[in-house]
């Protein structure tokens, strides 16, 4: 069992104060009723709800998480609601593709994708995101959350413990560097960032 099986029946109760950042960064996708959106390492679906009210019932969200027992838990969310729209991939976030995305959820191009607290958390986290914002259409919106804590203070070393991640990782910057219109905003005293763009078509 991964760390993130074993944390999985707490999750939602210790990410509960998460949700101003949360709300901004799926504000940030500006979703449109229809859209296709990838919530890259969506642990238990706390966005889902949010992507949900965007997209409507005839848009597609798709989860993807390594975590069986994060993904069981953003499973029974996905029946109480009965959302009939949403696909849920257990997979390495390394292992994304466009193949990946076929396969598991009939798409292959996103029009929005996220990444909330997970940047931090994966391996190879800059491939993981430029494998996802490679998935976006032109014109596609990507938005990330995540802490960054410059300096590696007794608070840092908490949220490494119980994340088991790096929050000393500039997790926007491959964002920052790739979108024609980047944004950023910091939330709790400049120790959780909101950050946001838009995919150009030269890129794709
Ligand atoms: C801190 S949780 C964030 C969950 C969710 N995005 C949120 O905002 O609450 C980090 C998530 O990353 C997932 N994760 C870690 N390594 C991964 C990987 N290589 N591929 C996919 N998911 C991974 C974990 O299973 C966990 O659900």
New binding site residues.
């Given amino acids: 069992m ?4 074993f944390i ?1 029946p707490l ?2 109760i210790g ?1 509960a104060g ?1 949700g101003g950042p ?1 709300r901004e960064a799926v504000a940030q996708l500006r979703l449109q009723p229809g859209d296709t959106v990838l ?9 889902f709800p949010y992507i949900e009210a965007g997209i409507g019932p005839e848009g597609i969200l798709i989860g ?4 069986p ?3 069981a838990k953003a499973r029974r969310k996905v029946e109480r609601r009965g959302w009939a729209n949403v696909h849920l991939i257990q ?5 994304l593709s466009e193949e990946l995305l076929s396969e598991q959820a009939g798409v292959e191009r996103l029009d929005k994708a996220l ?4 940047l ?5 986290w800059e491939a ?1 995101f430029n494998q996802s914002w490679a998935l976006l259409k032109p014109g596609g919106r990507y938005a990330l ?1 995540d802490w960054w804590l410059e300096r590696r203070n007794l608070f840092a070393r908490f949220l490494e413990f119980i ?3 790096e929050v000393g990782r500039r997790c926007w910057a491959p964002l920052e560097e790739s979108s024609a219109d980047y944004s950023h905003t910091t939330f709790i005293r400049g120790m959780v960032f909101v950050a946001a763009g838009t995919a150009p078509a030269a890129a794709l």
């Avoid at 997979?91 to 292992?95: C, G, I, S, V």
């Fill in positions: 991964g760390w993130y099986d999985s999750y939602d990410a998460s949360r919530d890259v390492a969506c642990g238990t679906g706390l966005n993807l998480d390594f975590s027992g994060m993904l997979a390495d976030a390394r292992t990444c909330t607290l997970g931090t958390v994966v391996p190879d993981v959350m994340s088991h991640g």
